[in-house]
């Protein structure tokens, strides 16, 4: 059992998550993502955190997490500010990305600063991304036979077409 995901089953769709979000990055040519929106922290980890989720385009997910302490998991690393997070990913072989998709909802200063601490990196907006891939819902059929979900992708526009509005 892993504490920062003590649910097997949400570990299994938080997965899922992720490799859609993979796919969008290699569609957008883009090498990772990062971001610390709680709407999107809650997407990728199924809890809201004060920290930022990183999400090579190939490979496992990390998270960088200041609060709250005590969680556990392999790919968790606690730090103190994210100027730590270029050399931390160093740290764990993973190489500078040559273009990084970051969350929108970073303010000027803040982009400046990633600008700075990712010198050598083609920074751009995640928001697109995410919104895009967040947009699909997925459906799970209990396939009882083998205790396992059956995922059926859902439009989310396809349903607004079906609501009446009272």
Not at 5 to 13: D, R, V, Y
Not at 50 to 75: C, D, N
Not at 92 to 114: A, D, F, N, R, V
Request: net charge positive; with cysteine.
């Amino acid at each position: 059992m892993n504490a920062l995901f003590p649910n097997p089953a949400l570990l299994s769709e938080l997965s899922l998550r992720h490799r859609r979000l993979q796919d969008a990055l290699l569609k957008t040519g883009a090498d990772a993502m990062l971001f610390s929106a709680n709407v999107s922290l809650y997407y990728v980890s199924g809890q809201v955190y004060r920290g930022w989720f990183y999400l090579p385009a190939e490979g496992s997910p990390v998270y960088f997490m200041k609060r709250p302490i005590g969680l556990q998991g392999e790919t968790l690393h606690y730090i103190q500010h994210p100027r730590e997070i270029p050399e931390r990913l160093r740290e764990l072989g993973i190489s500078t990305p040559g273009k990084l998709l970051i969350e929108g909802e970073t303010s000027y200063e803040e982009w400046m600063q990633w600008k700075e601490w990712f010198p050598h990196t083609v920074l751009d907006n995640a928001t697109r991304v995410l919104r895009k891939v967040r947009a699909v819902k997925l459906l799970g059929n209990s396939n009882k036979s083998s205790n396992q979900l059956d995922y059926i992708p859902l439009d989310i526009n396809r349903f607004r077409h079906c609501t009446v509005l009272v």
